[in-house]
Nanobody, 121 residues
């Protein structure tokens, strides 16, 4: 019914920037929220940033002031602008979304496949 796909990962030097995209497609009435998580090898998955339907945002303390989450409702897409990247930001970044799929209030919840971000000299 619904698919979520991330893009924009890659290799960047410390201090550099990347912009990740999370695009939802399929049977979508609206998107309730979209979250970005990350998981590095040997570490627990952590919530990085979240944006709701009214564009309320939350951030992990470790990324505040460096990362910005935004959304484009017309494109069913959320973006994560990551600036001043550090080696500790290296991880697989995954998008999670809750989508309203019909006018009766039914929702879909799921994950994308993830995109690798590597911060290294």
């Amino acid at each position: 019914q619904v698919q979520v796909m991330e893009s924009g990962g890659g290799l960047v030097q410390p201090g550099g920037s990347l912009r990740l995209s999370c695009a939802a497609s399929g049977r979508i009435v609206s998107i309730n929220y979209m979250d970005w998580y990350r998981q590095a090898p040997g570490k627990q998955r952590e919530l990085v940033a979240s944006i709701t339907s009214d564009r309320t945002t939350t951030y992990a303390e470790s990324v505040k002031g460096r990362f910005t989450i935004t959304r484009d409702n017309a494109k069913n897409t959320a973006y994560l602008q990551m600036n001043n990247l550090k080696p500790d930001d290296s991880a697989v970044y995954s998008c999670n979304a809750e989508v309203l799929i019909d006018s009766d209030g039914a929702t879909w919840w799921g994950w994308g496949q993830g995109t690798q971000v590597t911060v290294s000299p």
